[in-house]
C-alpha cells in the first residue's frame, strides 16, 4: 500500500507561530496533495505537488517532496486560529490500479 | 461550498431502518466516491464509480448498497446497520482516475448515528 501516514498526530503551537506537518509514504508516486478538515466538515484540497517538484507554494503554505525519502512536509507559516483543522497527505501511486489512499491526518491546534 | 452536496447532513437510523444518503455534483466530473470516516481512523474508500460504473468495492459490508444513475448523482442505501457504523459518510468526485486532474473534491458529509 502506497498509504500516507502524517506526523505528528497531533500539534499545538502558538498563533502567529509557524507549524510543519510531515508526510511518509511506501511506494513510488505520481503526485502527492495536502488536504484541509475542519472539524465534522468535508475535506478541502490545498495544493497538489507532482513527483518531478520538490517545493511548492501557495500563500502562507509551503510544500516540499523529498521522493528519495518518500516524504513530504507542509509548513505553514504565520499560524492564524482559523488554521485550526485535521490536515492529510493523499498519495496517487504510480500503478494503474493504484487509488488515492489518505493518510490519518495531523490535528493541528492553534492557541490564541 | 464546493460543488458537492449531500443530504442529509445528519441521520439517526434504528438497526431495523432502511435509509439512503444521497450525493450530488455540479462539477462535470465522471468519478464519484464514497469514503467512510470513523474517529481516530484513516479515511476508507468504500465505493468508486467512473462513468456510471462501479469499479472499486473496497470489501465493503453488503448492508451498504450504493446506486449511481447518472454522472452527478450518487447514493448509499442503507440496511440493517450495526452501531459501529455510526460514522461521517463523505461523497466525493473527481475527474476520471489516471487522467492528471485527480484533486479530489468532498461533500461536507452525512453524520450517520446507528442506535
Known amino acids: 500500500s502506497q498509504q500516507g501516514e502524517e506526523d505528528p498526530q497531533a500539534l499545538s503551537i502558538q498563533e502567529g507561530e509557524n507549524a510543519t506537518m510531515n508526510c511518509s509514504y511506501k511506494?513510488?508516486?505520481?503526485?502527492l496533495q495536502w488536504y484541509r478538515q475542519n472539524s465534522g466538515r468535508g475535506l478541502v484540497h490545498l495544493i497538489l505537488?507532482?513527483?518531478?517538484?520538490r517545493e511548492k507554494h501557495s500563500g502562507r503554505l509551503r510544500v516540499t517532496l523529498d521522493t528519495s525519502k518518500k516524504s513530504s512536509s507542509l509548513l505553514i507559516t504565520a499560524s492564524r486560529a482559523a488554521d485550526t483543522a485535521s490536515y492529510f497527505c493523499?498519495?496517487?501511486?504510480?500503478?494503474?490500479?493504484?487509488?488515492?489512499?489518505f493518510g490519518k491526518g495531523t490535528r493541528l491546534h492553534i492557541l490564541p | 461550498e464546493t460543488g458537492v452536496t449531500q443530504t442529509p447532513r445528519h441521520l439517526v437510523m434504528g438497526m431495523t431502518n432502511k435509509k439512503s444518503l444521497k450525493c450530488e455534483q455540479h462539477?462535470?466530473?465522471?468519478?464519484m466516491y464514497w469514503y467512510k470516516q470513523s474517529a481516530k481512523k484513516p479515511l476508507e474508500l468504500m465505493f468508486v464509480?467512473?462513468?456510471?460504473?462501479?469499479?472499486e468495492n473496497n470489501s465493503v459490508p453488503s448492508r451498504f448498497s450504493p446506486e449511481c444513475p447518472n454522472s452527478s448523482h450518487l447514493f448509499l442505501h442503507l440496511h440493517t446497520l450495526q452501531p459501529e457504523d455510526s460514522a461521517l459518510y463523505l461523497c466525493?468526485?473527481?475527474?476520471?482516475?489516471?487522467?492528471?486532474?485527480?484533486?479530489?473534491?468532498f461533500g461536507e458529509g452525512s453524520w450517520l448515528t446507528v442506535v
Open positions: 466525493a468526485s473527481s475527474h476520471p482516475p489516471r487522467t492528471g486532474e485527480n484533486t479530489i473534491y
Open positions: 511506494t513510488s508516486i505520481n503526485n
Open positions: 505537488i507532482r513527483s518531478n517538484e
Open positions: 493523499a498519495t496517487d501511486g504510480l500503478l494503474r490500479d493504484d487509488k488515492i489512499i
Open positions: 462539477l462535470g466530473h465522471n468519478a
Open positions: 464509480y467512473n462513468f456510471k460504473e462501479q469499479t
